[in-house]
């Protein structure tokens, strides 16, 4: 099969031709229709992330068919259609598995970092880690739902009931976790790079009733604020921007240093925290509500040879919605 791989951190993807992965007993064998680039994938390549494989097919924001089984699966058929999300696997036993809190597993694998992922022809993937896919969606546009939908949904979560919402950086989950928060009822206050008025444009569009400069303040305070965007030093500009007792929710996996900030920006009971990962809870909870909700992907369809062109774009923030590899 025809897979794009990195051999090592900071080098381009390489194309490769891989025998075909094999089914485990409880993995199915998928044909990739459709792989979506997240900006966790750039900070592998970009080595900010400490544990890939090597050598690693990446993506995590697969949608494809079974199209092989292993001995013991059973919860899809040859030829159903599946997405496959960033949480891979985990243990079931460790104090977090218990908890419900399956997202910090101490032991959990994670797709396209700890076990090869959609960036080729075919992957395998658990089973009991993949989901249906509404009809609804086809299946360039179901994609960046895996990631950018599923942790943007678990990060809007974290802001508990906020009408007032600030989103920090209008890329591929913001745009998604915009019309789910509007259709929720809520305010959007988008902030992007300073003079960025194509992505203030595209926020606009997606329903925030402001967009601004990220140095800006807002023109009132926020509930919550959602920072998407890699970038520490959002977090006191975010901190600040917030009301008494509001939340700032990190939702990436990986940021820049965040400077020091006077206590008085935290003080006030406003609360400071981060995502890391999902539960298949949150997956099936925001694909049941994607499409209730009518939430649609905006997408720039790449061939698979063009992933290094699809990392370079998403790295340089010229894309609106998400960057999506077809094999
Ligand atoms: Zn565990
Ligand atoms: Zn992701």
Redo the contacts with the bound molecule.
Sequence with gaps: MRAQVLTAARRPLIAAELPAPRPEPRQVLIAVRACAV????LHVVDGELADPKLPLVLG??IIGTVVDRGDAAERFAVGDRVGVP?LGWTCGICDYCRRGQENLCDRARFTGYQINGGYAELTVADERYCFAIDRRYGDVEAAPLM??GL?GYRTLGMAGDARRLGIYGFGAAAHIVAQVARHQGRRIFAFTRPGDAAAQDFARSLGAEWAGDSTAPPPEPLDAALIFAPVGSLVPAALAATRKGGTVVCGG?HMSDIPAFPYRILWEERVLRSVANLTRRDAEEFLGLAPEAGVRTETVTYQLDQANAALGDLRSGALQGAAVLVP
Excluded: F, G, K, M
């Design positions: 997240c900006r966790t994938d995590h924001e960033w990631c950018a942790i996996i």
